[in-house]
């Protein structure tokens, strides 16, 4: 049986300048960094949940990109913005969750729960963290026009007092070093380098800011494909890689593709289509939605459960190379891009043993610049 989605709760009403909702001000990605041309300041990008935080006295709101607030799955942080935030403010920044001393996004995506005893049960075994990188408003004071460079200095004297559960993000105005954190933080669970004009006010909805992101390839199997919205053309491709014991695992999709290329996919794929779902290496995942931490092809989204993610199953044959940033556990953090078919491989070839290995890096240290 699915959950029901969670209804989009209402902001409350808040004696402060800048009121909820705020859509956050996003980022167009770039290919590499821009050099210092003395008005750039270069951030960590963190890979959590981007949050809005309104706090009002007591009153503390957490606010996402969409229409379903934070608040309610993240009581930790309610408490710790109490403790460690202005009386009343808005700060804008990511939700995270470490795991030793890297990130763990797919437990951060597991503290989403519409049971409020495992809510509380999770705050307390997997405790999360905010990571403030911009202020929107502070006491009586609109910020939204001023320049981010003063919002940045604002920002650092407003989270003077800081704790363990709400931090200030690193900055550096040096090119070089924002390039060797590109290439250091990564193995800390962080997927690149947010870059932000000094001159810009905060600009909501708008991508005003930069963002350079880890690009890889990787061969690929082709396992079956999800029908786009508007009718039976290609929406998804679902990916696959065998591990050492020859397990073919879920890694991952491939999207955005244009509507004429959709539909030439599905004469494309037709040659593999498989009948029989039985004979699929995934077939048993139909019928699974809990006890398991992988994301598998027929599971309900813990994000709209009325949502249909069954699949088309393919014979797990065509092997193609896609591109992607980053590794989250065992698959794909974002949608892997499609470069082109790989007719010269073989299936069996494509395992996690071609997927580079960032290294290690102790999140403590990057916190602590």
């Known amino acids: 049986m699915s959950r029901p989605a969670p209804q989009p709760e209402q902001p409350p009403e808040m004696n402060l300048p800048v009121r909820p909702p705020v859509a956050p001000m996003l980022a167009k990605a770039i290919k590499a960094l821009p050099p210092q041309d003395g008005n750039l300041l270069y951030e960590p990008k963190w890979d959590g949940f981007r949050c ?3 706090r009002d006295g007591d009153e503390v709101y957490l606010g996402s990109r969409n229409e379903r ?17 202005p009386e009343r403010c808005v700060v804008d920044g990511e939700i995270v969750v470490r795991k030793g001393q890297a ?49 940045r200095a604002r920002l650092v004297d407003a989270m003077a007092g800081a704790g363990d559960r709400v931090r200030l993000t690193p900055v550096t105005d040096v090119d070089e070093r924002a390039r060797e954190w590109f290439e250091m933080f990564e193995g800390a669970g962080l997927d690149g380098i947010i870059v932000k004009p000094t001159d810009k006010p905060y600009e909501p909805d708008k991508r005003t ?9 990787a061969d690929v199997v082709v396992c079956g494909y999800r029908e786009h919205k508007s009718g039976p053309v290609v929406g998804s491709l679902l990916l696959g890689l065998y591990d050492d014991a020859g397990v073919l695992h879920h890694v991952g999709v491939s999207a955005s593709f244009p509507m004429k290329r959709r539909a030439e996919l599905v004469e494309e794929l037709k040659p593999y289509l498989l009948d029989d779902l039985s004979a699929h290496p995934w077939a048993g995942w139909m019928t699974q939605t809990e006890g398991t ?24 044959e065509l092997v ?13 953090r974002h949608t892997a891009q499609f470069r082109h078919y790989r007719l010269d491989r073989t299936p069996e070839s494509c395992t996690y043993a071609q997927l580079e290995s960032p290294m290690d890096y102790n999140l403590d240290d990057i916190l602590a610049r």
């Not at 009586?140 to 460079?149: K, N």
């Not at 193609?320 to 794909?332: K, P, Q, S, W």
């Open 52 to 54: 809005i935080v309104f």
């Open 69 to 85: 607030p934070f608040t309610r799955y993240f009581p930790e942080l309610v408490e710790a913005v109490r403790r460690e935030l």
């Open 103 to 151: 990130l763990d996004f797919d437990t951060l995506q597991q503290r989403i729960h519409p049971a409020k005893s495992r809510v509380l049960l999770l705050s307390e075994q997997t405790p999360a963290s905010f990571i403030g990188f911009d202020l929107l408003a502070v006491g009586d004071l609109d910020l939204m026009e001023t320049p981010f460079g003063e919002r």
């Open 209 to 217: 800011m930069f963002k350079v992101k880890h690009e890889r390839t």
């Open 293 to 316: 931490t992988q994301r598998m092809p027929g599971a309900i989204s813990r994000w709209n459960a009325t949502k249909d993610l069954s699949f088309i199953p393919l014979r797990p």
């Open 320 to 332: 193609i190379e896609v591109a992607y940033d980053h590794m989250e556990g065992n698959r794909f």
